[in-house]
């Protein structure tokens, strides 16, 4: 919509604020029994059973399926501002950064066309080129719907989670680059000579001839002693319009390593001088790192040659008040404080990736961290031909280059449970790729599956105690409760580490009195209808004690996943589901914690930590 109507060469006549989202602010549609949800809804029962009835009228529309915006709207959405180029960035290359769209982005500038950017993961960045100083209009259509099938379900674009927004958030620039500038900056540490390698793209739009030096300078940041480093610089002679160079840079015997007990951090400047067709030109870019290495023995993790156990928990892109992930540090500073309070040292983002201020606030506090891209199945196949083959590998590519030099970036798959009956292959192929594009972090298919040759650690459901379909028959059910059973059976079969996939999923009651936090976007109408049903069978003032005493339950079968796992030798690690409620998907309430990361009261942090720790007693 307002493409082939030219709207933008029109001036547009509503007001927004940016960085927002349009659901925030009430702009869309009511929600109605025809909303067209982005996610599948396996049990459609709210649709014909009478037991819904009074929740399908018009205007006190409530729904079970996950967390309620008040307004929804799927299409393309159009923003505009006026602009101020400076008199000072004259001759130079002007960049719009876009931190955080849902979805897609197209953008021009007084009616010119700069081109589209499909990512679910990374800024949006387009070069404007040479602007002259004075007024333009700057006009971005966001297009929120299935702009490629990559699964409804996955959590960078689901209902069931972050819900499918529109809008544009984080931060929103315009900056002055030299025409010949540094485009990319990768950092490839080496833990036992204390070095790092450092890789240098430069971009030279001049179509000159650009000579001059490239300096590295480093320093210490945070909890790494102060080092002495000497300045590292070399010459370049760039013809064409991208040139790749690589330095190296020995920090000395008293660099101190990164991991989750001493995330010691450094901050690497990367400068170039030089001039092109007569003009100078001069840049600098700043990056954080850390000297961290992992690899594998056998069916065990090496963090810097230690052996580690990963003890994880999934987010699920799940924030009620904005929908979106949070774009600033101090909100991913209190999520992992609260899951290193709770014995955690892993977050595994599912089917999607977080901002830069997660990896930022995982750097600085020892978070290791999986990230992926999407969901491929239910509404879609992986290796198939379908769009969504090529779109993982440029999510991937665009992943790297903005968040590669993070430490605290550890894992990746390729995303959550892929389908299709070619998926296999077009993951072996994907696996073999990165590998070798990127060894700074392991890599493997999926979570959950296909275990391959080409994997580094596989991700599977196998070593848990409730089995998918199990129901009665599983170990907690069927047996007594005891202390000894393990998978030690399993993991001696496996080639390399093993991470348990999405263990627990016990569910608790819920607490009805979370229903006054949720004062944002999304609303909890399922928890309303929950409510309704008890207040009919006069049990609504039972509503506390359900909660604690299956809160209770939960906790028991919680420890008991935990410490299978922990006591069987050379485990690499599990992954929760979850330390938090999942919204969606039904109402899933799997966590010990609310979707706020909120205690429920039934347990505390120092109690989980007994039995979930670096080290417990068993």
Same mark, same amino acid.
């Given at each position: 919509?307002?493409?082939?109507?030219?709207?933008?060469?029109?001036?547009?006549? @509503?007001?927004?604020?940016?960085?927002?989202?349009?659901?925030?602010?009430?702009?869309?549609?009511?929600?109605?029994? %025809?909303?067209?949800?982005?996610?599948?809804?396996?049990?459609?029962?709210?649709?014909?059973?009478?037991?819904?009835?009074?929740?399908?009228? #018009?205007?006190?529309?409530?729904?079970?399926?996950?967390?309620?915006?008040?307004?929804?709207?799927?299409?393309?959405?159009?923003?505009?501002? @006026?602009?101020?180029?400076?008199?000072?960035?004259?001759?130079?290359?002007?960049?719009?950064?876009?931190?955080?769209?849902?979805?897609?982005?197209?953008?021009?500038?007084?009616?010119?066309?700069?081109?589209? %950017?499909?990512?679910?993961?990374?800024?949006?960045?387009? @070069?404007?080129?040479?602007?002259?100083?004075?007024?333009?209009?700057?006009?971005?259509?966001?297009? %929120?719907?299935?702009?490629?099938?990559?699964?409804?379900?996955?959590?960078?674009?689901?209902?069931?989670?972050?819900?499918?927004?529109?809008?544009?958030?984080?931060?929103?620039?315009?900056?002055?680059?030299?025409?010949?500038?540094?485009?990319?900056?990768?950092?490839?540490?080496?833990?036992?000579?204390?070095?790092?390698?450092?890789?240098?793209?430069?971009?030279?739009?001049?179509?000159?001839?650009?000579?001059?030096?490239?300096?590295?300078?480093?320093?210490?940041?945070?909890?790494?002693?102060?080092?002495?480093?000497?300045?590292?610089?070399?010459?370049?002679?760039?013809?064409?319009?991208?040139?790749?160079?690589?330095?190296?840079?020995?920090?000395?015997?008293?660099?101190? +390593?990164?991991?989750?007990?001493?995330?010691?951090?450094?901050?690497?400047?990367?400068?170039?001088?030089?001039?092109?067709?007569?003009?100078?030109?001069?840049?600098?870019?700043?990056?954080?790192?850390?000297?961290?290495?992992?690899?594998?023995?056998?069916?065990?993790?090496?963090?810097?040659?230690?052996?580690?156990?990963?003890?994880?928990?999934?987010?699920?892109?799940?924030?009620?008040?904005?929908?979106?992930?949070?774009? +600033?540090?101090?909100?991913?500073?209190?999520?992992?404080?609260?899951?290193?309070?709770?014995?955690?040292?892993?977050?595994?983002?599912?089917?999607?990736?977080?901002?830069?201020?997660?990896?930022?606030?995982?750097?600085?506090?020892?978070?290791?961290?999986?990230?992926?891209?999407?969901?491929?199945?239910?509404?879609?196949?992986?290796?198939?031909?379908?769009?969504?083959?090529?779109?993982?590998?440029?999510?991937? @590519?665009?992943?790297?280059?903005?968040?590669?030099?993070?430490?605290?970036?550890?894992?990746? #798959?390729?995303?959550?449970?892929?389908?299709?009956?070619?998926?296999?292959?077009?993951?072996?192929?994907?696996?073999?790729?990165?590998?070798?594009?990127?060894?700074?972090?392991?890599?493997?298919?999926?979570?959950?599956?296909?275990?391959?040759?080409? *994997?580094?650690?596989?991700?599977?459901?196998?070593?848990?105690?409730?089995?998918?379909?199990?129901?009665?028959?599983?170990?907690? *059910?069927?047996?007594?409760?005891?202390?000894?059973?393990?998978?030690? +059976?399993?993991?001696?079969?496996? #080639?390399?580490?093993?991470?348990?996939?999405?263990?627990?999923?016990?569910?608790?009651?819920?607490?009805?009195?979370?229903?006054?936090?949720?004062?944002?976007?999304?609303?909890?109408?399922?928890?309303?209808?929950?409510?309704?049903?008890?207040?009919?069978?006069?049990?609504?003032?039972?509503?506390?004690?359900?909660?604690?005493?299956?809160?209770?339950?939960?906790?028991?079968?919680?420890?008991?996943?935990?410490?299978?796992?922990?006591?069987?030798?050379?485990?690499?690690?599990?992954?929760?589901?979850?330390?938090?409620?999942?919204?969606?998907?039904?109402?899933?309430?799997?966590?010990?914690?609310?979707?706020?990361?909120?205690?429920?009261?039934?347990?505390?942090?120092?109690?989980?930590?007994?039995?979930? %720790?670096?080290?417990? #007693?068993?």
């Amino acid at each position: 919509a307002g493409t082939q109507q030219r709207w933008f060469e029109r001036r547009l006549p @509503d007001q927004i604020h940016l960085p927002g989202s349009l659901p925030v602010q009430g702009i869309g549609d009511p929600i109605t029994t %025809n909303t067209p949800w982005m996610g599948d809804i396996v049990d459609r029962s709210w649709f014909t059973a009478p037991k819904y009835a009074p929740y399908r009228q #018009p205007g006190r529309i409530k729904v079970p399926f996950w967390l309620q915006p008040d307004t929804y709207y799927a299409g393309a959405a159009w923003y505009q501002r @006026d602009i101020q180029i400076p008199k000072g960035w004259t001759g130079k290359r002007v960049v719009l950064s876009l931190e955080r769209p849902h979805w897609e982005t197209s953008v021009w500038v007084d009616g010119r066309f700069l081109g589209t %950017n499909d990512s679910l993961s990374t800024p949006h960045e387009y @070069d404007l080129g040479r602007l002259a100083p004075g007024r333009l209009t700057l006009t971005i259509r966001v297009d %929120n719907r299935l702009i490629v099938n990559i699964g409804v379900n996955s959590h960078c674009i689901t209902d069931h989670t972050q819900g499918n927004w529109n809008g544009i958030v984080g931060k929103i620039e315009l900056r002055a680059t030299p025409r010949v500038c540094l485009e990319d900056v990768q950092i490839y540490p080496n833990v036992v000579e204390k070095k790092i390698r450092v890789r240098v793209t430069l971009r030279n739009a001049t179509g000159r001839r650009a000579k001059g030096k490239i300096s590295l300078f480093v320093k210490s940041r945070k909890n790494a002693p102060a080092l002495k480093v000497p300045p590292i610089s070399q010459n370049f002679d760039a013809a064409d319009r991208e040139m790749t160079t690589e330095l190296e840079v020995h920090l000395g015997a008293g660099a101190k +390593d990164w991991d989750e007990f001493s995330p010691a951090l450094y901050r690497l400047t990367a400068e170039i001088r030089g001039a092109a067709g007569g003009k100078t030109f001069e840049e600098k870019r700043a990056t954080t790192f850390g000297l961290r290495e992992i690899s594998t023995d056998g069916t065990q993790f090496l963090i810097n040659g230690r052996k580690t156990f990963f003890r994880g928990t999934l987010e699920c892109c799940v924030f009620p008040k904005t929908g979106h992930p949070p774009t +600033d540090v101090t909100s991913w500073r209190r999520v992992i404080r609260i899951a290193k309070a709770y014995g955690l040292n892993l977050l595994r983002f599912h089917s999607y990736c977080p901002p830069e201020a997660a990896f930022e606030a995982a750097d600085q506090l020892g978070m290791y961290l999986q990230v992926e891209t999407c969901w491929a199945n239910q509404s879609t196949t992986l290796g198939d031909g379908r769009p969504v083959d090529q779109w993982v590998y440029r999510e991937t @590519d665009r992943i790297l280059k903005y968040y590669g030099n993070h430490p605290s970036f550890m894992l990746m #798959p390729y995303g959550n449970e892929p389908g299709g009956k070619n998926a296999a292959a077009y993951l072996a192929r994907y696996v073999a790729r990165y590998q070798a594009l990127d060894p700074r972090r392991l890599w493997t298919s999926g979570s959950g599956w296909p275990q391959l040759p080409e *994997n580094q650690f596989d991700v599977t459901p196998d070593p848990r105690i409730q089995a998918w379909g199990a129901g009665l028959k599983s170990r907690i *059910n069927a047996q007594s409760p005891e202390t000894k059973t393990d998978y030690r +059976d399993y993991i001696e079969k496996r #080639p390399v580490p093993v991470i348990s996939h999405e263990i627990g999923q016990w569910c608790a009651y819920p607490d009805f009195a979370d229903i006054p936090k949720y004062t944002g976007y999304l609303k909890p109408e399922n928890f309303e209808i929950f409510r309704d049903f008890l207040d009919a069978h006069h049990l609504g003032r039972q509503a506390r004690q359900f909660l604690l005493a299956s809160g209770q339950l939960q906790l028991l079968c919680y420890k008991e996943d935990i410490e299978s796992a922990l006591r069987t030798p050379a485990m690499g690690g599990f992954e929760l589901l979850g330390l938090t409620d999942f919204p969606g998907q039904g109402t899933a309430l799997v966590g010990v914690l609310d979707p706020f990361w909120d205690s429920k009261d039934y347990v505390t942090a120092k109690e989980f930590r007994r039995f979930c %720790n670096s080290t417990v #007693p068993l």
